[in-house]
């Protein structure tokens, strides 16, 4: 099994340009988390999905901020303007959800860096 | 709301136990769980228990879970320069997919 893919793994622009971050979920899987890690904040989840239904974006910034998911086996997470505060490592997880409990499992991460 | 606290560094000399704590404050948590991430990794689970569980043992790892304080720990038996990284523990509610997580625990390794 390839894991979690995202890409790229890095990512740097200017302020005010378009991000798109992707991700790959593990084939089966049936909800996914997008996450943001900072120093200063540790590790937010911002949104998830569920059967590729968004169920909780309570963590989602602000409107500059925007995730899809058009099936199940793709992801986008969306900044746009980005600014130099959306400087952050952005994860990607993916997990089956069923009675027994769900074990998330994280991609190795894009580091986005906005000058 | 939730919340899941842990010390932020850990230092332990090489084939000494390691024990890394938590503490959360919700008590409808099910699942808590332990994940690792080495330097420009994402997170990997390591282990996990069950809410009615108090100890889980899976090779040089150990888990014990004290529900009434709210209490979970990691042991790690002979600890290896390998294990060095941040250590994470995150607790789930039940019928909710969110995980809350601490703030790891960074843990080196002294040779």
């Known amino acids: 099994d390839a894991g979690v893919i995202q890409s790229p793994r890095h990512e740097v622009t200017e302020m005010g340009q378009e991000v798109t971050l992707r991700c790959k979920p593990i084939?089966?899987?049936?909800?996914l988390f997008w996450y943001r890690q900072t120093m200063m904040r540790g590790l937010e989840l911002l949104i998830y999905?569920?059967?590729?239904?968004?169920?909780?974006d309570s963590g989602m910034p602000e409107d500059r901020f925007s995730a899809k998911m058009p099936n199940a086996s793709f992801s986008t997470l969306k900044i746009q303007p980005s600014e130099p505060r959306d400087s952050a490592v952005y994860f990607c997880?993916?997990?089956?959800?069923?009675?027994?409990?769900?074990?998330?499992?994280f991609g190795p991460g894009t580091r986005l860096t906005v000058t | 709301g939730e919340d899941v606290e842990q010390s932020l560094f850990l230092s332990v000399r090489e084939g000494d136990s390691s024990v890394i704590n938590c503490t959360y404050t919700?008590?409808?948590?099910?699942?808590l769980y332990w994940y690792k991430q080495e330097p420009g990794a994402g997170l990997q689970l390591l282990t996990y228990?069950?809410?009615?569980?108090d100890m889980k043992q899976d090779q040089r790892l150990t888990v014990l879970l004290n529900k009434k304080d709210k209490h979970l720990s990691l042991r790690i038996a002979d600890t290896q320069t390998g294990d060095s990284a941040i250590y994470f523990c995150?607790?789930?509610?039940?019928?909710?997919?969110?995980?809350?997580f601490g703030t790891g625990t960074r843990l080196t390794i002294i040779p």
């Open positions: 997880a993916s997990s089956l959800t069923g009675p027994a409990g769900s074990e998330q499992y």
């Open positions: 084939s089966g899987h049936n909800s």
């Open positions: 999905f569920n059967n590729n239904v968004p169920i909780d």
């Open positions: 919700d008590s409808s948590s099910t699942y």
């Open positions: 228990i069950f809410s009615n569980m």
């Open positions: 995150a607790e789930k509610d039940f019928g909710n997919e969110k995980l809350t």
